[in-house]
């Protein structure tokens, strides 16, 4: 069974912990190639056995690739957000008003 965990950290934490995370899963890869290269050996239960085992893990790192690229898209996002207020005041953006419309002063 597979739950969800939440823990926070900080923004600037973000691409650190991903890397963290895919890490795990190349461990986890390495383990699935070990496991097709040695499928041929084996008898045809255990053939079986292995395959079972092998598409449990590559789920897991499809879940996985799931939950970074939602964190990465939420990261993305909240970076843009921020970098937003400031392009303006870069800029040097001004409010353009149509001298033909009245406007309250």
């Given at each position: ?45 255990e ?13 897991a790192?499809?879940?996985?690739l ?6 990465l ?18 800029t ?8 033909e ?5």
């Amino acid at each position: 069974m597979r739950v969800n965990i939440t823990y926070s950290v900080g923004l600037e934490d973000i691409p650190k912990e991903i890397d963290e995370l895919l890490s795990k899963e190349s461990e986890t890869l390495k383990d699935a190639t070990e496991i097709l290269d040695n499928l041929s050996a084996a008898s045809p239960l255990e053939v079986v056995e292995n395959l079972v085992a092998l598409r449990e893990n590559l789920l897991a790192v499809d879940m996985r690739l799931a939950e970074c690229l939602a964190i990465l898209a939420g990261y993305i996002d909240v970076k843009g957000q921020l970098a937003l207020p400031s392009l303006s005041e870069d800029t040097g953006a001004e409010e353009i008003t149509d001298p033909e419309v009245p406007h309250a002063e």
